[in-house]
């Protein structure tokens, strides 16, 4: 079984509205939780990190929480624009495995005018 | 323009080539990465490469061979490789000794294997 959940696994919205991409996982001891943009046969780029102590953490238009409590974390997208459009992936690796990060299945974001 | 560049872009070989995939950063990490990434999947590990040295293999098949030239270099050599193994090869490095630094990745090689 994953250790890292996302959901919804794709979603479509239009340009200026906002979303909320989740990620769920199991992975412990928790190390931290990092958010990655993938586009369309490029590499995946970091947009945030978050270790246990942090809440929240915001890069631009994008906003990211996370509840170590409960091991939930959300990337907020504000005022989307098409050039969001990609896939959002939720990365999170363990205190007990340096190297190895448990990623996500990812969600597929689509921005339409 | 990402900060590790991979080449090349597109790779096409049959099964019996041997060809070597090329991957360079200067940001002076110390930690390197390879991934393989089927379509709509996400990465998956390959080999991390610590100090210039093989820190985890994850029961790689012996047909990819991982070499650390140096700190700024690595590359994946590929010999008799099955269709299956058709992928984007994804490279990244970070700055090491920590699990808490961002990996910077390339764009990739995107390999097919005829």
């Known amino acids: 079984k994953n250790q890292v959940e996302q959901s919804p696994q794709s979603l479509i919205i239009l340009e200026g509205k906002n979303c909320t991409l989740q990620?769920?996982?199991?992975?412990?001891?928790?190390?931290?939780l990092r958010w990655y943009k993938q586009d369309t046969g490029r590499g995946p780029v970091s947009l945030t990190i978050?270790?246990?102590?942090?809440n929240t953490k915001s890069n631009g238009r994008y906003t990211a929480t996370l509840d170590a409590d409960t091991k939930q974390s959300s990337l907020h997208i504000t005022a989307s624009q098409l050039s969001d459009s990609a896939s959002y992936i939720c990365?999170?690796?363990?205190?007990?495995?340096?190297?190895?990060?448990?990623f996500g299945a990812g969600t597929q974001v689509v921005v339409t005018p | 323009d990402t900060e590790v560049t991979q080449t090349p872009k597109h790779l096409v070989m049959g099964m019996t080539n041997k060809k070597s995939l090329k991957c360079e950063q200067h940001?002076?990490?110390?930690?390197m990465y390879w991934y393989k990434q089927k379509a709509k999947k996400p990465p998956e590990l390959m080999f991390v490469?610590?100090?210039?040295?093989?820190?985890i293999n994850e029961s790689v098949p012996s047909r990819f061979s991982p070499e650390c030239p140096n700190s700024s270099l690595l590359n994946l050599h590929l010999h008799a490789l099955q269709p299956e193994d058709s992928a984007l090869y994804l490279c990244?490095?970070?700055?090491?000794?920590?699990?808490?630094?961002?990996?910077?990745f390339g764009d990739g090689t995107r390999l097919s294997i005829l």
């Open positions: 990244a490095s970070s700055q090491g000794g920590q699990n808490n630094q961002p990996q910077h």
């Open positions: 990620c769920n996982y199991t992975v412990s001891p928790f190390s931290n």
């Open positions: 978050m270790t246990f102590s942090e």
């Open positions: 990365v999170v690796s363990s205190t007990d495995s340096w190297g190895k990060f448990q």
């Open positions: 940001m002076g990490h110390r930690a």
């Open positions: 490469y610590s100090y210039e040295k093989l820190s």
